[in-house]
């Protein structure tokens, strides 16, 4: 179902994916930090709000009539809380909330209820309840236009929020990581994989310019007695991209390619939906997700693509704004970065821009750091015998299960983008050479320290004080500059993390999908041992995927699951557009044919021609008036991802 509040859309896919800034978010202007006066929270205002506390409460105002109010209250719970709250900030406010659901963040696990009047006026009150207190955060707007207006604002205010007074690192020593705290750590991992259900994990620890530390857990595959070691292969995913923009750096300092040069030189053919946009885009736009091209993976699902094919695809994909002015997450611009850079080396500009830029990769990132496990080669990697296999749950039926190989290699035509195996011991070279500001621990200069600097510049805002760089995340811990990325396929999870002022960095690889609060939850875990912390995460991190377990069950309770019965689809069999195939077979039922095999489709009672996919892609069959068949493929609330495919007659 679609709300049509932007606010609620991205925190109702917070239920699904725990870290909203992968998902939302606009460029912010500059923010002023308060502290409530009884000290028991902080939090950032963005620009453009007037500051209108009082004695009892945070207000700001954003205009004559919106409103946000931040507040503790003793309470039994969150619900009573937010009530205590609404009386005391809006005593006017007399109704019931007409929805309430329950949104994970980084930050803690938050009830949001919104409250509509007569007048058309709207309030929005946020709340989780710590310790006998309620922290609620209101919003209030006479209408729906006026909500989306600050929608951006008062997401970053949430994900800013901080209980109590912030742990502030920034002169602090970081312990060296000791056998003690080893075994504390390998004693949780064992615990929390079983928690998240992670198959297998590898994790690795950089100090000090060396790899002080790396472990294998748990199995290759569910049901399987081979175990998981250091040299096991693992898909990385996302955490790859900083890979490909260290590879461009290195193109920089031999001056082949430069940050600021217009894409359409590098690239020629290079066009987007927009022509202003094409114009603007420079070579540092493809990797900045500040490119305003719309995330659109869909396709990725379904067919593939040449390099070439891939870039021509662009203009029609949606832009959402013109460079600079908005953060969007695009593998399809990533990708192309990265083939574009290619282009500059290719011999004759070749053609062949995906075995160019693996090339370029095993020559100038992966030879010099010693990375001699990690490959773009999909085969090779599963050939091996100590390779991980991909997990994921089936909503269907609601347990853990192994995936088809095959359909992790849906992301090898935005190799770029993160399509690599690696291993956790090639991970943590890589890793250190970051420690060491582009000198791979063999002690290969890889890539300038200013140019690989330029790569960890805080470009586009994400939300409150997090940016995002080229190929990462610029955020902060306990006042420590942090970078990090995940990685995530259909049947994997990923995270390299570092604090560069405290040399100390983390590389977490599984064979789970949406896996990252077991992930990060190790990464945070190392961070804590080592400057003595209490450890607060772990308790954050579970709240928030058993939040996220609930509420997928929750939903799942209004949705049925049936098998399709051959009479019900038989006019939509047939070759579609991109050469996709909707076939019926006795023996496996109702499936879509792809590019990378066979998926299987089941009914949504009471949605009228919609079908669920295996693979997370939701398909809805239509006629037209001549008796044609038009195929919808798409994901839950994003009808910027959808593709609309024609049923080929005859």
Known sequence: MKINFRLIIAITILLLLPLIWLLWGNAQGATSTHTALDGRYSFDIPENWVDESTAEFNAFSYSENIYTYLIAVEANDVDSGIRHALDIT?????????????????????????????????TVAVGQFVDDLAYVLILQAPDETAVQTVTDDFTSILLSFTLGNAIDLTNA?????????????????????????????????????????????????????????TDTLFMIGSVGKSMTTMMMATLVDDEILGWDTPAHEVYPEFSLSNATATEQIRVRDFVNNSSGVATYNVPRFLVSQTPAQLIESLVTVPTIAL????????????????????????????????????????ERIFDPIGMVHTTFDFDAAIGEDNHASPHAVDVVESDLDVLPIDWERFILPVAPAGASWSNVEDMALYLTTHLNQGVAPNGTVVVSEANLSETQQA?????????????????????????????????????????????????????????????RSVREYVFELSFSLEHEADSRYRVT??????????????????PVEQEQVIEYVGEYDLGIAVIYDEANGFIIDTAYGQVPLVAVVGREETYYAGNGLILTFSHDSEGGVTLSIGVLDDPLQTVVLQKRMG
């Not at 928690?195 to 297998?200: H, K, Q, R, S």
């Not at 760089?469 to 396929?489: A, E, K, Q, R």
């Not at 995927?545 to 049936?562: G, K, N, R």
């Open 90 to 122: 809006v005593p006017e406010l007399d109704s019931e909330p007409v929805k309430t659901t329950t949104a994970p963040a980084p930050n803690g696990t938050w009830t949001q209820k919104i409250y509509t009047l007569p007048d058309g006026s709207m």
């Open 173 to 229: 020593q970081p312990q060296t990581i000791t056998p003690d705290m080893v075994a504390d750590l390998e004693n949780y991992i064992h615990d929390i994989s079983a928690f998240y259900e992670v198959p297998g994990a590898a994790v690795a620890i950089v100090q000090d310019g060396e790899v002080i530390y790396s472990q294998g857990f748990g199995v290759l595959e569910m049901g399987s007695e081979q175990a998981v070691n």
């Open 323 to 362: 460079p600079g002015e908005a953060y969007s997450y695009s593998n399809l611009m990533f990708a192309t970065g990265g083939y574009a850079a290619a282009h500059t080396v290719a011999a004759n500009n070749s053609v062949d821009l995906h075995s160019t830029y693996t090339t370029l990769m095993q």
């Open 459 to 519: 470009g586009i805002n994400i939300a409150g004080d997090i940016y995002y760089g080229m190929g990462w995340v610029i955020d902060s811990y306990n006042g420590l500059p942090l970078l990090w990325h995940s990685g995530g396929t259909q049947g994997f999870a990923s995270d390299i993390a570092f604090l560069p002022d405290a040399n100390l960095g983390v590389v977490v690889l599984s064979n789970k999908g949406n896996a990252d609060n077991f992930t």
């Open 545 to 562: 995927q058993t939040a996220s377990d609930a509420a997928l069950e929750e939903i799942l309770l209004d949705i049925q699951f049936v």
